[in-house]
């Protein structure tokens, strides 16, 4: 099989797209089939100020790139969750944001969110707390990465927030929803989520990617990423679900695209609605922050923020870090984890 359009030999081969092409032509496709999702999508404009969510895996910073490449501003936050695991892993990733803004994007801002440092704990600590030492941080994680993001891109001036999950991440999420039937949730899955009420505009501009097609960028790209899932992981109900649909789509191509364009046309036709009786956002009493809870925010709850001042992320609470900094991760990276093997 050769290269649709130079007839090489060395060919990337997608057979849900009866496409074939060679790594050059492989990421001018990636590259431009982005900027068709943001447009179909109406996702941003070329004034939007964009904010990356990056983990130091291959979709964030395959995002970064593309976007990059396609000349959006766009800067970049990593949240610091304090996940060492074996592999020093919130350390690893770090390094490699570090290391790809430095190479890739060196004019863009990277805003770097401790957690332990700006709030006390890591995310293992207080998952432990809340949960009596049972179950894993997952929902603790979560939580706090949305309010993060959130409250940076307000308070930063950012328009658009933008996560780098691809189409294995929605349609797995997609699966869930669908066999709970829940209404809610599948009423707000969409490839862009508007601000609102104080939430910021969220976009996923490689929603119609499949995993391994981000993978391919990186590589193609040279792109030096985390390969290491969280440690949290394993057993993860996503991945069961991403098994299941990996399964599917080896007897049917094109099965997960199908399954996910699909329900956004039935979607936007109107077939899945939130529920009437929605309750309306306010302000926390605390941060500020929207929320549906009274009183405090679950995030002010979890965390047990009660004055304002403790729940303030600022600039001064933010720092981008300095080069020095950076070399003391890389130095337990080593310690912890072969690097030159990842």
């Known amino acids: 099989m050769r290269c649709r359009?130079?007839?090489?030999?060395?060919?990337?081969?997608?057979?849900h797209h009866k496409l074939a092409l060679c790594?050059?032509?492989?990421?001018?496709?990636?590259?431009?089939?982005?900027?068709?999702?943001?447009?179909?999508?109406?996702?941003?404009?070329?004034?939007?100020?964009?904010?990356?969510?990056?983990?130091?895996?291959?979709?964030?910073?395959?995002?970064?790139?593309?976007?990059?490449?396609?000349g959006y501003t766009?800067?970049?936050?990593?949240?610091?969750?304090?996940?060492?695991?074996?592999?020093?892993?919130?350390?690893?990733?770090?390094?490699?944001?570090?290391?790809?803004?430095?190479?890739v994007v060196p004019a863009a801002t990277l805003h770097?969110?401790?957690i332990q440092e700006t709030y006390g704990k890591t995310i293992p600590q207080i998952a432990r707390e809340n949960t009596r030492g049972h179950g894993k941080p997952c929902a603790a994680c979560g939580l706090t990465k949305r309010y993060v993001m959130n409250r940076l891109a307000a308070e930063r001036g950012y328009t658009v927030l933008a996560t780098g999950h691809n189409l294995d991440d929605e349609a797995a999420v997609l699966m869930q929803n669908t066999l709970h039937w829940q209404t809610g949730y599948l009423a707000r899955q969409a490839p862009v989520l508007e601000a609102s009420d104080g939430l910021a505009r969220k976009v996923k501009p490689f929603c119609r990617f499949y995993e391994r097609e981000t993978a391919t960028y990186a590589l193609v790209r040279g792109i030096d990423y985390v390969y290491d899932e969280c440690p949290h992981a394993v057993g993860n109900l996503t991945n069961f679900y991403k098994t299941l649909l990996n399964q599917l789509e080896n007897e049917s191509p094109g099965a997960k695209l199908q399954f996910y364009i699909q329900f956004l046309k039935a979607r936007a036709e109107?077939?899945?609605?939130?529920?009437?009786?929605?309750?309306?956002?306010h302000a926390c009493e605390v941060c500020g922050q929207p929320t549906t809870?009274?009183?405090?925010?679950?995030?002010?709850?979890?965390?047990?923020?009660?004055?304002?001042q403790?729940?303030?992320?600022?600039?001064?609470?933010?720092?981008?870090?300095?080069?020095?900094?950076?070399?003391?991760?890389?130095?337990?990276?080593?310690?912890?984890?072969?690097?030159?093997?990842l």
């Open 270 to 281: 109107g077939f899945f609605q939130a529920p009437a009786d929605k309750t309306e956002l």
């Open 74 to 103: 766009s800067d970049g936050l990593y949240i610091g969750l304090g996940i060492q695991g074996d592999i020093a892993y919130s350390d690893q990733s770090l390094a490699r944001i570090r290391e790809f803004q430095e190479k």
């Open 23 to 70: 790594g050059e032509h492989y990421g001018e496709w990636f590259v431009d089939s982005t900027q068709r999702a943001i447009e179909k999508y109406k996702m941003f404009d070329r004034d939007a100020r964009i904010l990356v969510a990056v983990s130091g895996g291959k979709d964030s910073l395959a995002l970064w790139d593309v976007l990059t490449r396609l």
């Open 293 to 308: 809870a009274p009183g405090r925010c679950a995030f002010c709850r979890m965390w047990n923020i009660t004055s304002a």
């Open 5 to 15: 359009k130079c007839n090489s030999s060395a060919v990337i081969n997608m057979r």
């Open 310 to 341: 403790s729940a303030v992320i600022s600039a001064d609470a933010i720092p981008v870090r300095g080069q020095d900094e950076f070399d003391d991760v890389e130095a337990r990276v080593a310690e912890s984890v072969d690097v030159s093997g």
């Open 112 to 114: 770097v969110v401790d």
